[in-house]
């Protein structure tokens, strides 16, 4: 297996010859000895190159600049500073490119902003490395925590004639020639000659697809990309972002608000577990105390209110907000880190809210006002979980359907599962992207996502 530096670092024994392949981060020295860092990637630390200059050409020597990818042989020593356990003396050095001398990345703090610009350069910093690393972590724990409890994982399609939140933000998929647009005899855009013969889309949940399988395979996820053609300009939105959508056959409300705790307790260990070296980073750098928080939620129970409840504490603190709080209205980020920052100090679930400001597939409560919805609030996010219970009963779902508006044939197949062998089932999706905001501390969700698609942007 290739060595990289973090295999150079924990496992190699010292005095053997090792290959280091990289960048060089920095280089300092004098006119005898050469230090290089060289970063590739596989974990925060770089390795420590120490040259001896008689060995190597002055030509050589030139080239390694800040960005150059280099192959450099020698000894791995033990170090005598502190800051790294080996270091490496080198004794061959192979230059795959040189960077150019109006490389961007040379050793001064660049603004997030300005590296997403250089997104394709970015992940060579000490910052993106981390987070990305931190996403990795959390990719796999999201496989591992659903395998472990025997969840199926499906591929919800991306293409989708429905759409799944009812709200209209869906991106057209077309084949159209969008100069000469077939028209019906009302100057409506013509669907049917279109590609799919229906207007399409990208899907913004893979909800309703994840619904068929638990009321076939049982409990099941995905866990895939989704698309919102919502023009919000925050810090908290993508329009293309990643989710993950657990749905399990015959359970609740509750049933689903225990699983979705257990599952972000289990992301949280997972990042503590194995990502020590880049939270400690973002601790010191980004958002000071975070480690303790991470460890302190890792074995947290999630607080639990009703929206109801939620609106009269906030009612109560109403000169704080810029919305003023008010029972029907849907919560501003502002009041969820209220609730979950100020009044609960921690995790929280808001259930049960009006059902005009929900998706018809929630679930009817007894009041005949709110349906079985719950959103998952975190400190410095806000909402990170949308889930429910879903709506089971046939006839109460069709009146729903109907009463927002829908068409009842775009979901003949949706009620088709409410017809034959109906069962009580509930699941939510979790923000993926918010997780790992939430996790590394990264004011914006642009920087924790490779290559961002916002309104006005998809470079990359
Ligand atoms: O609350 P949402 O819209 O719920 C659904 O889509 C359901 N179909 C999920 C389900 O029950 N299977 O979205 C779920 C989560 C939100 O809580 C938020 O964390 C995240 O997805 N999210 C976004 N993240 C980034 N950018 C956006 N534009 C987002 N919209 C939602
Ligand atoms: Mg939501």
Redesign the pocket.
Known sequence: MKTTVKTLLTESPVDTEVVVKGWVRTKRGSKQVTFLEINDGSCFASMQVILDNKNFSNEILQKLRTGTSVKITGKLVASPAPQQPVELQGTKIKIYGEAAADYQLQKKRHSFEFLREIAHLRTRTNTFGAVFRIRNILAKAVHDFFQERNFIYLHSPIITTSD??G?GEMFNVTNFDLNNIPLTKNNKVDWEQDFFGKMAGLS?????E?EIFACSLGDCYTFGP?F?A?N?NTS????E?W?V???IAFGDLEDDMDLAEDFIRYLIKAVLEKGKDDLEFFDKRISKGKLKALEKLADAPFNRISYTDAISKLEKKSNKFEFKPKWGMDLQTEHERYLTEKVFKGPVFVTDYPKDIK?F?MRMNKDGKTVAAM??LLPA?G??????QREERYDLLAARIKEMGLELSDYDWYLDLRKYGTVPHS?????????VQFVTGMKN?RDIIPFPRTPGNAKF
């Open positions: 799944c939140e709200a913004v949940s893979g909800q309703l994840a989704t919102r919502e919000s908290y939105h993508l329009s972002f989710m959508e657990p749905e998706a597939y959103d998952a996010v909402e990170i979980i949308g889930g429910s699941g939510f999706g979790l923000g993926f992207g918010r997780m969700i």
